[in-house]
């Protein structure tokens, strides 16, 4: 077997298992798409807060109207009861006929609106508590990332360490092998054989690949992939030439 094979076989492990982990980190939400989701909640609201505030000064401007349309009619009452002009009377009756069809069209319009009104309330109302659901969705979701992260940090960290531990163990042609032949086949460099199929390519490998792979003093790869093969005694349990 190649010298630095076992030492290459272990330093493989340890690289492929930290680019999992920095694949898994790069992958982890943040919460931004929670975020995106409460922002459009929240701009929902908004909306409907404002289209709300509109039907109130609607409201508030209708009751101003109906409060001075009462207040005129009524000023208009009282005058009548005091004219002795019969034109002057006449005039002032029907300065009140019209006044009270107003007076009924106000108080028709802020009927209509206070229903209005109290649908958007309720509307308001049911976005509001959608806010808060997505805003504690959105907590929950920045508080595991940040777990994750942390967790994932760790075994990276961790990892690093396994690797400085290894590297010593390794003749510098050895590791410029290993460095060289990982740019070559996508950092995946040294592979066992486990019964009898490469697992970098899934490719059955010879048998007679597989045993000078095993007893000689120099790397030997995989036909297909290219890869340098890891195989032990194990391999030929139950087989045969």
Known sequence: MYPDLAQLFALQQVDTATAHKRRALAALDDGSAKQAELDAAVAERERREEALTELDRRRREREDKLRATEQKREESRQKALVSMETKQQQALYEQIEALTRAKGTFEEELLVLFDEIDERRQERDAQTAVVQRLQREHQRAVTEYEEEKAALEADVARLQAEREAVL???????LELYEARRKRTGDLAVVATEEGVCTGCNVAVPVVIRRKALRSAEAVQCESC????????AEFADETD
């Open 168 to 174: 010593p163990g390794i003749n510098p042609a050895g």
């Open 226 to 233: 290219k890869r340098i093969l890891y195989v032990t005694e």
